[in-house]
Antibody, heavy 120, light 110 residues
Framework: DVHLEESGGTSKHPGESLRLSCGAA????????MNWVRQAPGKGLEWIAY????????YYAESLQGRFIISRDNAKSSLYLRINRLRAEDTAVYYC??????????????WGQGTLVTVS | QSVLTQPPSASGTLGQKVTISCSGG????????VTWYQQHPGAAPRPLIY???ERPSGVPERFSGSKSDTSASLAISDLQSEDGAHYFC???????????FGGGTQVTVL
């Protein structure tokens, strides 16, 4: 079974930095693109970043560019998100998702349970 | 403000049919398949409909999707108590090179 598990969520002060991790199991991690998506308390979903299977291509939400860095280590089947200069509005549950590419398009087919980041 | 527009709430009684809309633009819904997600409180989103109208294994046939131009819809037939949840639509946006989401619709089973 596919399993994604995020870790690294914690409480931080504004201006600090944080790295989130996502461990993957149950599939060939190096064959799939991945994403980070977040959800502020009581709010909707917000896509943050995408990384392709070999890590050479990344995309970021326009509003978040500059403070977020997505990366991966295929040897460790792990996905990462570094957040610099944390702000109160970064308080959210952060999800990693697997990206499934079909002939007609793509979607996030598996999600982890999320990790909570609190900035105050 | 979300790129995709959904009504904030919808409701129905047991056994009824509920339809949720998702309005986007030419670079997202108009060009790429829409995915619908269900989310219960405290849980991660779960895909319900992908690739226009396909259901992942385990999703009941009561859930169906449709699309017309730059709008998509999720229909829930024979509404059950466990269908009370938040529903989000999403699509890849070719102009933004990223996923865009709707703001979510809270479905209440009366």
């Amino acid at each position: 079974d596919v399993h994604l598990e995020e870790s690294g969520g914690t409480s931080k002060h504004p201006g600090e930095s944080l790295r989130l991790s996502c461990g993957a199991a149950g599939f060939t991690f190096s064959s799939y693109s991945m994403n980070w998506v977040r959800q502020a308390p009581g709010k909707g979903l917000e896509w943050i970043a995408y990384i392709n299977s070999n890590g050479e291509t990344t995309y970021y939400a326009e509003s978040l560019q500059g403070r977020f860095i997505i990366s991966r280590d295929n040897a460790k089947s792990s996905l990462y998100l570094r957040i610099n200069r944390l702000r109160a509005e970064d308080t959210a549950v952060y999800y990693c998702t697997r990206d499934l590419l079909l002939p007609t398009g793509r979607f996030c087919d598996y999600w982890g349970q999320g990790t909570l980041v609190t900035v105050s | 403000q979300s790129v995709l527009t959904q009504p904030p709430s919808a409701s129905g009684t047991l056994g009824q049919k509920v339809t949720i809309s998702c309005s986007g633009g030419g670079s997202n819904v108009g060009k790429n398949p829409v995915t619908w997600y269900q989310q219960h409180p405290g849980a991660a989103p779960r895909p319900l409909i992908y690739n226009f109208n396909e259901r992942p294994s385990g999703v009941p046939e009561r859930f169906s999707g449709s699309k017309s131009d730059t709008s998509a819809s999720l229909a829930i037939s024979d509404l059950q108590s466990e269908d009370g949840a938040h529903y989000f639509c999403a699509a890849w946006d070719d102009r933004l090179s990223g996923y865009v989401f709707g703001g979510g619709t809270q479905v209440t089973v009366l």
